[in-house]
C-alpha cells in the first residue's frame, strides 16, 4: 500500500467511525477522538473482509465493502461505549 492509500484510508476511516457512531442507537459516552480511531481501524477491518469474501474490487462505488466498514465501526463504538459505561458504575 502506498503512502497516498494509506492518507486516503485515514481519511475515509474517519467518516466511517462518524457514520459508525450515527448507525448505533443512543448516547454514546466516548470521546470524539476515540469515535474517530475506531473508524480508521474499522475502515481497515472492513477492507480486510471485502477482500477476504471477493468484495473489494468492484466496478463503481464499493457498497458492500463500505456497508462492512460502517457495520464494524457501528460494533466497535458499541463495544467501546458499553465497557467504559460499566467501568465508571
Given at each position: 500500500m502506498e503512502i497516498s492509500g494509506i492518507i486516503s484510508a485515514i481519511i475515509?476511516?474517519?467518516?466511517?467511525?462518524?457514520?459508525?457512531r450515527l448507525v448505533v442507537p443512543g448516547k454514546q459516552n466516548i470521546p470524539i477522538w476515540l469515535t474517530l480511531l475506531i473508524g480508521v481501524v474499522a475502515a481497515f477491518i472492513g477492507t480486510l473482509l471485502a477482500s477476504a469474501i471477493g468484495v473489494a474490487e468492484t466496478p463503481g462505488i464499493d457498497w458492500i465493502e463500505?456497508?462492512?466498514?460502517?457495520?464494524?465501526?457501528?460494533?466497535?463504538?458499541?463495544?467501546?461505549?458499553?465497557?467504559?459505561?460499566?467501568?465508571r458504575a
Open positions: 475515509i476511516g474517519l467518516i466511517i467511525g462518524a457514520l459508525g463500505l456497508a462492512l466498514q460502517i457495520g464494524v465501526a457501528a460494533a466497535g463504538v458499541a463495544i467501546v461505549a458499553g465497557a467504559k459505561g460499566r467501568s
